[in-house]
T-cell receptor, first 115, second 114 residues
């Protein structure tokens, strides 16, 4: 089954304790992205990657890091989490379609709480 | 820069009534338009999309949307809602250039009551 998986799905942590949220896709997609969803703000892009070893900042990159060492994986790293990073996080992957646009496939989400 | 505006943060409606969720966008280049639905405690599901051609687009679960280029709108409609349509709905656009970044609106919570 074609899918994007994220782990963990739920995480409660404390300020300053480094954490990694994993994202993996099995569709051989070139593009991958991370979004955060906050009430009243919709989804905002954190980082994106156009291919292996190619990453760039999205709209809200502060406090986050990413890496793309393999095509299928795109982990999100919070080196020193803070309470304002409490949010619902989505990973997405996409690839050009015959319609000329990149259809995005979303993971199930990771709900992170930083105390 | 492109942006997406969803004018209503919350829309309460009774079951079997019609509903319209409004979406306006701004962009100087051509765009692709999407509506996503997020049911409580679930991820995002694509409801429908407009790429080109007919301006009336039909999606899943009886929803449809109409692309209006002159008004830069892409409103979502359903003639008769069900309790199960209670969810958050996001309008989104992709610029038809480069990486094709997906830009979301702030969302509209549809609350269907009996």
């Amino acid at each position: 089954e074609a899918q994007v998986t994220q782990n963990p799905r739920y995480l409660i942590t404390v300020t300053g304790k480094k954490l990694t949220v994993t994202c993996s896709q099995n569709m051989n997609h070139e593009y991958m992205s991370w979004y955060r969803q906050d009430p009243g703000l919709g989804l905002r892009q954190i980082y994106y990657s156009m291919n292996v070893e190619v990453t760039d900042k999205g709209d809200v990159p502060e406090g986050y890091k990413v890496s793309r060492k393999e095509k299928r994986n795109f982990p999100l790293i919070l080196e020193s989490p803070s309470p304002n990073q409490t949010s619902l996080y989505f990973c997405a992957s996409s690839s050009p379609t015959s319609g000329g646009y990149n259809e995005q496939f979303f993971g199930p989400g990771t709900r992170l709480t930083v105390l | 820069a492109q942006s997406v505006t969803q004018l209503d943060s919350q829309v309460p409606v009774f079951e079997e009534a019609p509903v319209e969720l409004r979406c306006n966008y701004s962009s100087s280049v051509s765009v692709y338009l999407f509506w996503y639905v997020q049911y409580p405690n679930q991820g995002l599901q694509l409801l429908l999309k407009y790429l080109s051609g007919s301006t009336l687009v039909k999606g899943i679960n009886g929803f449809e949307a109409e692309f209006n280029k002159s008004q830069t709108s892409f409103h979502l409609r359903k003639p008769s809602v069900h309790i199960s349509d209670t969810a958050e709905y996001f309008c989104a656009v992709i610029l038809n250039t480069g990486f094709q970044k997906l830009v979301f609106g702030t969302g509209t919570r549809l609350l269907v009551s009996p």
